[in-house]
């Protein structure tokens, strides 16, 4: 996999500043122990004095005490533009080495396919699909759970192997091996991340908050295989009973368990999937006065092969809610309006929610979209 874009994967940690140093546009992370048993007892002191204060910089300290930071005070490094003003979003790592983790890739592979599944049957799911939307949201769960649970006894439907209660052990993808894929070359950066919303001006403006974020690109290599368990539970009907109509949904027959047949399909259901997204985001931007330079960098994404993975990818890459929107609007408006979904309450126009849900887009300062990978083949 190669960066076409920045990709954060979060650990959910974040760091401020008196946890790094910066020089010459680079950060480093400092292991604070080592650094603090390096001090002498006065600058201790003022060391543990000042990190009370809520402004406290570590910068700031190891000038003002021209304190010598030997290289194994540091954590890592990273490449900046200019030093953050606020906590960094740390990016998952190994041994402090970036690495993409398999269970994202299969996320964004499990959306593409479900995507897909529905397209291609939609008029007979309808009724399944608006019966689970409707039970979600009539049900008496808090307002948050709604919001997660919506449409999730659907989805795991659509991947299940038996009619029993939804279990890992029977999903579909779990013939789907995914290794996690350890960098060739990479560069760890600190970027701003932008939140741009379209407002009543038709303008696409930033919102008030920074958010400093790891980001990692590069080279990363791993593994995408089917499971040879997937040929001895075939044959065992009673403990998988709807594994050979499920088949389809990984383009594969029950008499024909190709692995690269399978690859094929994943890819080309990617390619079909994200080029659909993206083309929903520059449907966003196309109505903003000011969108046409947002909408040349979305158009000038290559979406062959391609990926989307991460923080800051967005609503149409993580739920189905602008195809629902295509296929029923009234249910679109629906969800939206019932779990709250928006700032504003929605209305329908020309057959489109207005203001358009999703209506906001991440960039990073420098107007890059996030997540992007494409696959090389091994």
């Known amino acids: 996999l190669e960066t076409l874009t920045p990709v954060h994967i979060g650990t959910g940690n974040s760091y401020g500043k008196a946890e790094f140093i910066t020089e010459n546009n680079k950060l480093r992370r400092i292991i604070f122990s080592k650094l603090y048993d390096s ?11 000042e990190l009370e204060e809520k402004e406290f910089n570590m910068d700031e300290f190891v000038r003002k005490n021209k304190i010598r930071v030997s290289e194994d005070m540091i954590l890592y490094r990273a490449l900046m533009k200019s030093p953050p003003s606020r906590e960094i979003r740390e990016q998952i790592k190994t041994n402090n080495v970036p690495y993409i983790p ?3 890739i299969k996320g964004a592979i499990r959306t593409a396919l479900l995507w897909k599944y529905i397209c291609k049957d939609y008029d007979n799911l309808r009724d399944k699909i608006d019966s689970c939307i409707y039970k979600t949201l009539h049900s008496n769960l808090p307002l948050e759970k709604k919001k997660k649970n919506i449409c999730n006894e659907f989805i795991s439907k659509v991947f299940q192997l038996n009619d029993r209660r939804y279990d890992a052990k029977y999903d579909l993808l779990k013939f789907l091996h995914i290794s996690d894929f350890m960098p060739i070359d990479h560069e760890l950066k600190i970027k701003n991340i932008r939140t741009y919303s379209l407002f009543r001006n038709r303008k696409l403006e930033p919102k008030p908050f920074n958010n400093f974020t790891e980001v990692v690109t590069g080279s990363f290599i791993g593994t995408i295989s089917l499971s ?12 998988y009973p709807l594994l050979k109509d499920k088949l389809e949904i990984l383009g594969l027959e029950g008499g024909d368990l190709e692995e690269e047949k399978m690859l094929t399909h994943i890819k080309d259901t990617l390619r079909e999937f994200n080029r659909w997204a993206i083309d929903r985001e520059i449907e966003l931007c196309r109505k903003a006065s000011n969108g046409r330079n947002f909408c040349e960098v979305l158009r000038g994404i290559d979406t062959e092969n391609s990926i989307r993975i991460g923080f800051g ?7 189905l809610i602008k195809l629902i929107e295509e296929k029923d609007v009234n249910l679109a408006q629906r ?16 057959d489109k929610l207005t203001p358009p849900y999703p209506k906001s887009i991440e960039f990073t300062s420098q107007k890059e979209p996030l997540g992007w990978m494409r696959f090389e083949n091994g």
């Open 39 to 49: 001090l002498s007892e006065d600058q201790k002191g003022e060391l543990l004095s």
């Open 102 to 104: 398999g269970s994202s």
């Open 335 to 350: 969800i939206v309006n019932t779990l709250r979904l928006g700032k504003f309450n929605r209305n329908i126009k020309e």
């Open 313 to 319: 990818v967005g609503t149409t890459y993580q739920t």
């Open 228 to 239: 040879p368990q997937i040929k001895t539970a075939i044959k065992n009907e009673q403990e």
